[in-house]
């Protein structure tokens, strides 16, 4: 199976991770398994796991990975369920945590699996099959308030509540059942002259995809449970391609370096909250212009960096 995806960011990541040769790893968004293979070369007798929902990733990263089956391990399930599933396998803390929380360029480009406006197909969009919610359930079942928030918020999309009403109207007459479907809906609710720059659909199914795979939730509730689980001196290094989930990221690790809510005017903390680590990037790390320019899908993306408070 061709199960295509440039890793982004690899040096960077794979540098920040500080990988150590008798370190356990966690790839909690395992994909096509690219950065998860420069991790397991550095292994000796350390190991990797990695986790992933989406089965046709599970398939590619396994081959990819064979050569390292003797210190690789590889799950299916959601990152927000990773160190539950690894404390069932006995591993009570890892030495570095990653995640690159992009849509991989096999989901984007396979129709049949609905994420993007480019090809037509079942607005879908789930990254694990087994899940029942789809993009079509979404689009022809929620009221259009709730829709149009979720555009707006998820999509940041200025025309939200004129294409939640136009989808409306059409699903009114039949169920909107392909991407094609709906990217002429949404391109009628767009005034001509704003459709220049871009794609007029990207927002909106960035934000279906979003609400589909409940994608900031799972971010928010993993985060603090994942530093928890670092050993001292462990590294969590997350990718993120829009500006919601990296505003989670970067307020998540701040909380997690100064947790004191004690007021400003004490003189000393009393609330006794401790800090767990320190933020290592305090402004994210970009793509170069080289990988940028190879990878135009990398543009978007950031990379900040957390280390587990050493003893």
Request: hydrophobic share 35%; glycine share 8%; charged share 25%.
């Amino acid at each position: 199976m061709d199960f295509s995806h440039i890793s982004v960011m690899l040096p960077e990541t794979i540098e920040n991770l500080n990988i150590r040769p008798d370190g356990i790893y966690l790839d909690g968004t395992l994909g096509g398994g690219g950065h998860s293979y420069e991790i397991c070369k550095r292994l000796t007798t350390g190991h990797h796991y990695g986790v992933d929902q989406d089965e046709e990733a599970i398939e590619a990263a396994t081959a990819r990975l064979s050569e390292f089956s003797g210190v690789t391990t590889i799950l299916r399930g959601n990152y927000r369920n990773a160190v539950e599933m690894l404390k069932e396998k006995g591993v009570t803390g890892v030495d570095g945590i990653l995640l690159d929380l992009g849509v991989s360029s096999h989901q984007f480009d396979t129709a049949e699996r609905g994420f993007s406006y480019r090809f037509d197909g079942p607005l879908d969009m789930r990254m694990d099959t087994r899940q029942t919610l789809t993009a079509g359930d979404i689009v022809n079942t929620y009221p259009v308030q709730k829709l149009a928030g979720i555009i707006r918020d998820y999509g940041e999309e200025r025309f939200a509540q004129n294409i939640a009403k136009h989808i409306a109207v059409a699903r009114e007459r039949k169920r909107i059942e392909t991407t094609f479907e709906l990217n002429e809906i949404i391109k009628a609710a767009i005034p001509a002259k704003m459709r220049q720059n871009g794609h007029p659909s990207k927002q909106t199914f960035q934000a279906l995809r979003i609400e589909c795979n409940h994608e900031l939730e799972v971010l928010e509730q993993s985060l603090d449970e994942m530093i928890d689980f670092l050993n001292p001196g462990g590294r969590f290094c997350i990718i993120t391609f829009h500006s919601l989930e990296d505003r989670i990221v970067k307020n998540a690790f701040r909380k997690n370096e100064n947790p004191c809510i004690c007021p400003p005017e004490f003189p000393v903390c009393t609330c006794g909250r401790v800090s767990k680590g320190r933020v290592i990037t305090k402004k994210p790390i970009l793509p170069s212009q080289e990988e940028t320019e190879v990878n135009t899908r990398s543009k978007s993306a950031k990379l900040r960096v957390f280390e587990a408070i050493k003893q």
